[in-house]
């Protein structure tokens, strides 16, 4: 069974960062672009970053383009998003998300879908 | 740019709805839509705009293919209260719709 479990979300003041990791099991994880979304508290789903499966490709929502910093470990069997310079808009459930093409693997961040997602790990930007 | 409309609908137990999600360009069929329920992470229902994820009840169905694309639920179901998304993912940044959430009357 293919399972995503996010962490490292919590609270934190505005200006500072944070590490959020995506641990993934159940699938060869080294085949598959990785891509991270997020939902603002009452609101849409809004893409985040995304990952190709050897990690050269990289790709950001406009909204955070220049601020988070997505990398992955395949060895670790793990995604991870660098969020700086937080604001109280990046206030949200993270979902981290694999991507999938229909077959045994999907390199690329673009032409694919996600699933599954995972649980999401919540972060909170406030003074 | 994925404009999804409507933004809510309610429908009786047994109609047929649609919703509708239109490009800002060509997306050459690289459209899916998604499935959220109160508390719960999204699912895939279609992908590839016309392809029913497996598992997915028969009544949901998906068409469209350059830039205007529609989700049809046929039969609607108690079950299927929730709000849906469409997504593109033929180029990134990928963007979704703004969702639309269907409620049962």
């Known amino acids: 069974e293919v399972q995503l479990v996010e962490s490292g979300g919590g609270l934190v003041q505005p200006g500072r960062s944070l590490r959020l990791s995506c641990v993934a099991s159940g699938f060869n994880f080294d085949e598959y672009a990785m891509h991270w979304v997020r939902q603002l508290p009452g609101k849409g789903l809004e893409w985040v970053s995304g990952?190709?499966?050897?990690?050269?490709?990289?790709g950001y929502g406009h909204s955070v383009s220049g601020r988070f910093s997505i990398s992955r470990d395949n060895a670790k069997n793990s995604v991870y998003l660098y969020m700086y310079s937080l604001t109280t808009e990046d206030t949200a459930l993270y979902y981290c998300?694999?991507?999938?093409?229909?077959?045994?693997?999907?390199?690329?961040?673009?032409?694919?879908?996600?699933?599954?997602w995972g649980h999401g790990t919540l972060v909170t930007v406030s003074s | 740019q994925m404009t999804q409309s409507p933004s809510s609908l309610s429908a009786f137990v047994g109609d047929r709805v649609t919703i509708t999600c239109r490009a800002s360009?060509?997306?050459?069929?690289?459209l899916n839509w998604y499935q959220q329920k109160p508390g719960k992470a999204p699912k895939v229902l279609m992908y590839?705009?016309?392809n029913l994820q497996s598992g997915v009840p028969s009544r949901f169905s998906g068409s469209g293919s350059e830039i205007v694309f529609t989700l049809t639920i046929s039969n609607l179901q108690s079950e299927d209260s929730a709000i849906y998304y469409c997504q593109q993912s033929y180029s990134t940044p990928i963007t979704f719709g703004g969702g639309t959430k269907v409620e049962i009357k």
């Open positions: 360009q060509r997306i050459d069929g690289y």
């Open positions: 590839g705009a016309v």
């Open positions: 990952i190709s499966s050897n990690g050269h490709s990289i």
């Open positions: 998300a694999k991507a999938t093409c229909g077959g045994e693997s999907c390199h690329s961040v673009a032409y694919n879908w996600l699933d599954p």
